[in-house]
């Protein structure tokens, strides 16, 4: 499917130069002079290289069409993570690699969407918003709740995010995974 530069999103799979590249990173770019462009960090699927390439944003690139399956994350062992798809029950092993954007913010038992490419597995999109509970932070100071500063915490899968100065540990909240940002309590 060819689509316009501008419209790539984290998480894509192109195909470009003879090969599939993962987008790791976008950002547009508007110099003072001349024309504007898409700068894209992208990872090669097969090889595992980065590259940082500008794209003119009138360009035009093509997205590789991926067919989705809900599955289930079921456990981690060492670098390996195991997946179940719920309709047929049949198991998947992906690398560490593969999930690096996803892993702060998966539990065991949590769905996940698996896009995968003529059978074989290629990237996981996580839910918009996931709940996960605060396991440490800074205790709160009395009057501190109207202030606009953020105190770092810890979540349950170890992940650092900064929260609220109200939070305290145990409260669970509900995390953007695109971001990374605290949303509201849960």
Same mark, same amino acid.
């Given at each position: 499917?060819?689509?316009?530069?501008?419209?790539?999103?984290?998480?894509?799979?192109?195909?470009?130069?003879?090969?599939?590249?993962?987008?790791?990173?976008?950002?547009?770019?508007?110099?003072?002079?001349?024309?504007?462009?898409?700068?894209?960090?992208?990872?090669?699927?097969?090889?595992?290289?980065?590259?940082?390439?500008?794209?003119?944003?009138?360009?035009?690139?093509?997205?590789?069409?991926?067919?989705?399956?809900?599955?289930?994350?079921?456990?981690?062992?060492?670098?390996?993570?195991?997946?179940?798809?719920?309709?047929?029950?049949?198991?998947?092993?992906?690398?560490?690699?593969?999930?690096?954007?996803?892993?702060?913010?998966?539990?065991?038992?949590?769905?996940?969407?698996?896009?995968?490419?003529?059978?074989?597995?290629?990237?996981?999109?996580?839910?918009?918003?996931? =709940?996960?509970?605060?396991? %440490?932070?800074?205790?709160?100071? +009395?009057?501190? $709740?109207? @202030? !606009?500063?953020?105190?770092?915490?810890?979540?349950?899968?170890?992940?650092?995010?900064? =929260?609220?100065?109200?939070? %305290?540990?145990?409260?669970?909240? +509900?995390?953007? $995974?695109? @971001? !990374?940002?605290?949303?509201?309590?849960?």
């Amino acid at each position: 499917m060819v689509i316009n530069v501008v419209s790539v999103r984290v998480g894509n799979i192109l195909e470009w130069n003879n090969g599939l590249w993962r987008v790791m990173k976008t950002q547009h770019v508007t110099p003072g002079k001349g024309v504007a462009c898409m700068q894209l960090e992208m990872r090669n699927i097969e090889t595992g290289t980065k590259t940082n390439k500008r794209f003119n944003s009138t360009e035009k690139v093509e997205r590789v069409v991926l067919s989705q399956r809900d599955m289930q994350y079921l456990y981690a062992d060492g670098d390996d993570y195991h997946f179940m798809d719920m309709e047929t029950y049949d198991q998947i092993t992906l690398g560490a690699d593969m999930l690096e954007d996803a892993l702060p913010y998966m539990l065991p038992e949590a769905m996940v969407t698996v896009e995968f490419h003529e059978e074989r597995p290629l990237n996981v999109k996580l839910p918009q918003t996931v =709940v996960l509970e605060v396991v %440490e932070c800074d205790a709160s100071i +009395k009057g501190q $709740t109207a @202030t !606009g500063s953020y105190k770092p915490g810890k979540l349950e899968t170890g992940a650092s995010i900064m =929260v609220p100065p109200y939070l %305290e540990s145990g409260t669970k909240v +509900k995390v953007n $995974t695109e @971001t !990374g940002e605290f949303m509201e309590r849960a």
